[in-house]
């Protein structure tokens, strides 16, 4: 068999396996998008429909109308923007910080960052909430918002140093030359060039926040102040009360709004996406 047609077969080998593969993970969220268009009398169907006849639209109305996932969904995005400007601006002075200065103790403080990745996220649950407990800010966003301002990533703060580490330093001291400032230098000359860096950790930052849930569990106990990820498993027992069987297709409306914002960032931002992770494999 010539070399150029094995090829070919191999070629449309992968891509089959690729397409099944994507085709098979798709699966929960094709059936997530046909229960949300579905009246109750339809939920438990045997066979399983998955084309709804007739289509409700009405449930999308319904939720936005009847639940307060409208209100949910605000506070979501308040919380989540807040956190996410705050942590890329953190991340981006602290990473600049340990790039570009040299001071006593910097190798040994990027280290000791760095160690704290090692430790499981629960052994500072309880210490934390006593410290905001005692600050008075329990059932506040507060404690959910202002961790961020203090590079609270520090595998973000890792990979943006190492970016920067394998940019030249010509355009900053000729920034400096002209007279300009530290923070002058990093926003007007730094930042432009770790721009698709900066778009991975704000695309990581917003998935992270937005898909919180224990945080929000732990200090939030006001219905009204609740975000998404809590208000789904509230609005779950209010849909199903008692013996009652849960209202599926509405939960599957809620659940499909919930994961609309992260798949459109990353439908948008996607090559960008991509082109930060590759530039923060393979510099520094």
Same mark, same amino acid.
Request: charged fraction near 15%; aromatic fraction near 14%.
């Given at each position: 068999?010539?070399?150029?047609?094995?090829? &070919?077969?191999?070629? !449309?080998?992968?891509?089959?396996?690729?397409?099944?593969?994507? !085709? +098979?993970?798709?699966?929960?969220?094709?059936?997530?998008? #046909?229960? #949300?268009?579905?009246?109750?009398?339809?939920?438990?169907?045997?066979?399983?429909?998955?084309?709804?006849?007739?289509?409700?639209?009405?449930?999308?109305?319904?939720?936005?109308?009847?639940?307060?996932?409208?209100?949910?969904?605000?506070?979501?995005?308040?919380?989540?923007?807040?956190?996410?400007?705050?942590?890329?601006? #953190?991340?981006?002075?602290?990473? =600049?910080?340990?790039? &570009?200065?040299?001071? &006593?103790?910097?190798?040994?403080?990027?280290?000791?960052?760095? #160690?704290?990745?090692?430790?499981?996220?629960?052994?500072?649950?309880?210490?934390?909430?006593?410290?905001?407990?005692?600050?008075?800010?329990?059932?506040? +966003?507060?404690?959910?918002?202002?961790?961020?301002?203090?590079?609270?990533?520090?595998?973000?703060? +890792?990979?943006?140093?190492?970016?920067?580490?394998?940019?030249?330093?010509?355009?900053?001291?000729?920034?400096?030359?002209?007279?300009?400032?530290?923070?002058?230098?990093?926003?007007?000359?730094?930042?432009?060039?770790?721009?698709?860096?900066?778009?991975?950790?704000?695309?990581? !930052?917003?998935?992270?926040?937005?898909?919180?849930?224990?945080?929000?569990?732990?200090?939030?106990?006001?219905?009204?102040?609740?975000?998404?990820?809590?208000?789904?498993?509230?609005?779950?027992?209010?849909?199903?009360?008692?013996?009652?069987?849960?209202?599926?297709?509405?939960?599957?409306?809620?659940?499909?709004?919930?994961?609309?914002? *992260?798949?459109?960032? =990353?439908?948008? !931002?996607?090559?960008?996406? *991509?082109?930060?992770?590759?530039?923060?494999?393979?510099?520094?």
């Amino acid at each position: 068999m010539p070399r150029e047609v094995q090829r &070919r077969l191999a070629d !449309a080998f992968t891509y089959f396996v690729l397409a099944f593969g994507g !085709a +098979f993970v798709l699966v929960p969220l094709l059936w997530m998008i #046909s229960t #949300s268009l579905k009246g109750r009398d339809q939920l438990y169907v045997y066979p399983p429909q998955w084309i709804p006849s007739p289509v409700r639209w009405e449930n999308y109305v319904e939720v936005w109308t009847t639940l307060p996932f409208a209100r949910f969904f605000l506070n979501s995005l308040f919380i989540t923007i807040l956190a996410t400007v705050a942590e890329v601006a #953190s991340v981006a002075v602290v990473a =600049y910080g340990f790039a &570009r200065f040299n001071f &006593r103790g910097r190798h040994f403080l990027f280290m000791l960052m760095l #160690s704290t990745m090692m430790l499981p996220s629960v052994i500072g649950m309880i210490p934390t909430f006593l410290i905001w407990r005692e600050l008075g800010r329990l059932d506040t +966003f507060t404690p959910l918002t202002a961790p961020a301002w203090f590079a609270w990533g520090p595998a973000s703060v +890792f990979m943006l140093r190492q970016f920067l580490l394998s940019l030249p330093r010509d355009f900053e001291d000729a920034a400096v030359l002209d007279g300009a400032g530290p923070l002058q230098v990093l926003r007007h000359v730094v930042l432009p060039m770790v721009r698709p860096a900066l778009l991975v950790i704000a695309l990581l !930052a917003f998935q992270g926040n937005w898909t919180n849930f224990m945080a929000p569990l732990i200090y939030l106990n006001t219905p009204d102040k609740f975000p998404v990820t809590l208000g789904l498993k509230f609005l779950e027992t209010s849909l199903g009360p008692g013996s009652e069987a849960p209202m599926w297709n509405l939960m599957m409306v809620v659940s499909l709004l919930v994961a609309l914002p *992260i798949l459109v960032l =990353y439908a948008l !931002a996607q090559r960008a996406f *991509i082109e930060g992770i590759r530039l923060g494999g393979t510099k520094g």
